[in-house]
């Protein structure tokens, strides 16, 4: 089944919509994921290895147009979002679409919001954004069911932050198209970065997103991107994960992913969270004090 019809039907959406078009519950959600983001952002402020962001954001010497909202730095609309999201995913706190294996706001939400600051864009226009931009990201997840290492947020990631910024310049829906061909052409981002327990992990999905923003811009300017990126020869499908387009579009526009979102209790990855459940109520149960556990393993 070729793509580029598939993707013909998501760019329109995003295109089409407008914020008055959203469902109560999508712009709540929308909402929902602007805080918590911005929150966790904000409390990873001093994490290990994230002044070296901020270094190379202040080194950069591009003219200002947003804000890295952990020190107030003035830097282009895409190194700001390169860094908020860096900030968002440094402590493992960021949000998470579970059935498809993706951290969609810790994408969305600094890139809508730098594109904002930077074009002077008013708030409806930010949670339209957010809502459009969650739903496309959440549904390319999804389209993979099954994960041989690949980082569904960087793979995926990119290409749903290219299609919102155009979107929120005003791209028509061939334009939106070609921006994700274009970050298409950079999709990856391996979980090997996990596995080693590499501080890489808190920039890997920012990465993805900075090649999303500039794949933006190319499409803006009038840079055609390959159209068949899913299930073309060399498509995502066929490159990267298996995966089905059938139920990509289905209910577009009616149902919106990023009311699936759900927001940590614990800044862990969330295969953890039953277990630290379990060990706290243990330890409230027992009233069990840390001197007197010797090991959780």
Request: glycine residues 12%.
């Amino acid at each position: 089944m070729s793509s580029a019809p598939v993707l013909g039907a998501l760019p329109g959406r995003l295109a089409a919509t407008r914020y008055e078009d959203l469902p109560a519950s999508a712009v709540a959600a929308a909402r929902r994921s602007l805080a918590d983001t911005i929150g966790v952002a904000l409390a990873a402020r001093d994490a290990p290895g994230l002044g070296a962001v901020s270094r190379a954001c202040g080194e950069s010497g591009v003219a200002p147009g947003a804000t890295v909202w952990c020190t107030g730095q003035q830097t282009s609309a895409a190194l700001a979002a390169f860094a908020n999201s860096a900030y968002a995913g440094a402590l493992d706190f960021d949000s998470l679409h579970a059935e498809g294996a993706v951290h969609p706001d810790l994408m969305i939400v600094p890139t809508v919001l730098a594109i904002a600051q930077h074009d002077g864009l008013d708030g409806a226009s930010v949670l339209r954004g957010i809502a459009l931009g969650d739903d496309l990201l959440c549904r390319l997840a999804l389209c993979t069911r099954e994960n041989r290492g690949w980082f569904h947020t960087s793979l995926y990631g990119g290409m749903a932050c290219a299609a919102v910024a155009a979107a929120l310049r005003g791209a028509d829906a061939a334009t939106i198209a070609h921006a994700m061909g274009l970050a298409y052409l950079n999709a990856g981002g391996t979980q090997q970065a996990a596995s080693e327990r590499s501080p890489a992990k808190r920039v890997q999905g920012a990465m993805s997103l900075l090649v999303g923003m500039a794949a933006a811009d190319l499409a803006l300017a009038g840079l055609a991107g390959p159209q068949d990126i899913l299930s073309g020869r060399f498509g995502l499908f066929n490159m990267y994960e298996q995966g089905q387009v059938d139920e990509l579009c289905e209910g577009l526009g009616q149902r919106f992913e990023g009311e699936r979102i759900g927001y940590k209790v614990f800044p862990v990855c969330q295969c953890s969270h039953a277990v630290a459940d379990a060990l706290l109520r243990v330890c409230a149960e027992y009233r069990l004090r840390a001197e007197q556990i010797e090991s959780a393993v």
